[in-house]
């Protein structure tokens, strides 16, 4: 499992046993560091982003596909969503989101011709059968050509197709898919529908001379520029300015989108037909998206994404419940207006970044992103402050600095606005000199025409404020520094930003006076003054509220060490911890998520959950 790494100055000195362990053994915050433990508060959130659902008839059977990164993963489900396993897929279909009808006994069709069996998946397995398509029972049907019979339906018995002797009249390219126990067929532009009967072994097509487009707003003709579906008996039909629905009845629905919503973009914003329930993806004409749906009479906005799958009143869609057990979001199963998540277990192993991000534990809440996490209740809400920047934990109160403005609370759960100012400080601090200090970063990034290589620059303002709330720019302090930017300013205006740029090890810029003016530092020196930095310097990530410095470093095989600091720039102990979580490649990982609370604990974000440590004072 990848993890994290935090450290400061790895690029410019070693953090080995560094220089002075003046520390005095009675000094309580030694103890404190030795007698660390570590509990979890927070468990992963699987399934965030699920692009498509696909539920089997007897709600058995489930498919899920997300994208990871830029590749596409899919899940299947044989327990109802109990549970979850990775699916692989082979084909034209590999790496591409699925979305099928999957029969009670849970076999699906790819695109490609590929029958997969949910009961008999293993890692590397191709396709068990081929076909056109599956019913819901279980039939698997597959359309031939039989020579002079032309176009035939073949129906499989025990591992062999069997020809039906029925002719398929229309070209198989209008064939829109296999549900309950027939296939359906739609020529739009001929008004042409047909039918495969796989228990009669009969196809009926129909000609449907009263099918008026010109009823819903748009043009709509070029089969590049609709989209049709088949469910259940019901054909649909959608373009820029509304869809039709076709009943088993041969009765047609004409569906209108609202005025905002008629534009051209529509003829590619996607439809899935469940029954009689058509969902459309479909833009405004300022280009935001929503889903509708048509059914009956009318046709509504919903509450979710376009990944949604609908079996008899049952939906399954994908998003977020306010107070549910989800971070980002779920698989969330609505019967009778009551939504819940799909349990879903799941031992995932993520590849890349952890779900949490940089998380800040106020009492009995952690805030994270745009969620608020009650630890006693394990839900999650959306947070009423929006996504914290920084946080500052004065005497009587909490700073917040975030996305919607600058907020104060004394119980760490209800806010007060204090102002929208449009300064968001990333570093803040209260200085010696009973002033707020604070530093705006705003990333630079450069990438190379030609080697497409990036190279990171902060831009960097100092502020500051006599309440923490109204900030005033320090006049001539904007400067742009190499790298990432720093991520501590301690209270005697201390601050360090390392050039961490490929081939820039030993670089560093350095403040000591609240990143109002910086001199360069390379290898050790000062490049303004000519002079050595003192043995043993080294700036801290943290400062804790009886005045010592820390800093986190995780080692290439898994080690954990913190050092603890009487000042910001040195004089520093080092101190080996076993974690209860697992470290291992933790050093991998270097963006600065790990933050303190104002009971000094650390708050560790990790591929396996969110940790919180004990007091550290």
Known sequence: MYKKLWFICLFIFTLSFVAC??????????????????????????????????????????????????SVKNYYSK???????ELFI?????????????????????????????NNIRSGSAAVHYATGVTDSGKLIYIQNDGANGKTFFIDNNGTYESTGVQLTMNEDYYLGTSGEKMGFFDSYNRVIGEFDV????????????????????????????????????????????????????EIRYYNYPADYQIWQNTEGGMKLFGDHAYVNIFDRWGAKKVYVASGTTVEPVDH????????????????????????????????????????EYDFQYASNQMFGKTYVLGNYAYVSDKVYDIGAKTYATSPIGEIVSIYHDESKTLAYTSKGIYTSTDNRNWTEESTDLVRPNLVTKGTDGKYHAL?????VYISPSTQARTYSVDIRAYESINGISWNFVTG??????????????????????NNNVGSAGMSSFSENFGESWVRIVNGVNTTTGEEVPAGFKTSEFETSNGKFLSVQ?????????????TSTGNCTEIEIVPSFNAESMYQFDDGSTTLTSKDELVFNTLDGIYLSSSIR
């Open 21 to 70: 362990d003046t520390t005095d053994d009675s000094d309580p915050t030694q103890g404190s560091l030795a007698n660390i433990s570590f509990k979890k508060i927070m468990e992963l959130s699987p399934f965030a982003a699920a692009e498509n659902i696909s539920v089997s008839p007897n709600e058995k059977y489930m498919i899920f596909s997300y994208r990871e990164n830029t």
């Open 79 to 85: 327990d109802g969503g109990e549970s979850v396993q």
């Open 90 to 118: 082979y084909g034209k279909d590999k790496d591409k989101p699925i979305q099928t009808n999957i029969s009670n006994s849970g076999l699906f069709v790819t695109s490609d011709g590929g029958v997969y069996d949910l």
């Open 199 to 250: 228990v009669t072994k009969t196809f009926t097509q129909t000609t449907l001379t009263n099918l008026n487009y010109s009823q819903v707003y748009g043009n709509g003709l070029s089969r590049n520029k609709v989209k049709t579906a088949y469910s259940y008996g019901h054909f649909a039909y959608a373009k820029e300015g509304g869809v039709i629905i076709i009943t088993p009845s041969q």
């Open 305 to 344: 994404d376009f990944a949604v799958c609908r079996v008899g009143d049952k939906v399954y869609s994908q998003g977020f419940l306010e107070n549910g057990s989800r971070f980002k979001s779920g698989i969330i199963k609505e019967s009778n207006g009551t939504k819940s998540y799909l349990p879903l």
């Open 440 to 444: 705006t970063l705003v990333q630079q």
């Open 477 to 498: 302090s904007a400067t742009n520094l190499s790298g990432t930017g720093p991520r501590f300013m301690s209270s005697d205006g201390k601050v360090q930003a390392i």
């Open 554 to 566: 995780f080692e290439f095989n898994g080690q954990m060490f913190l050092n603890s600091c009487a």
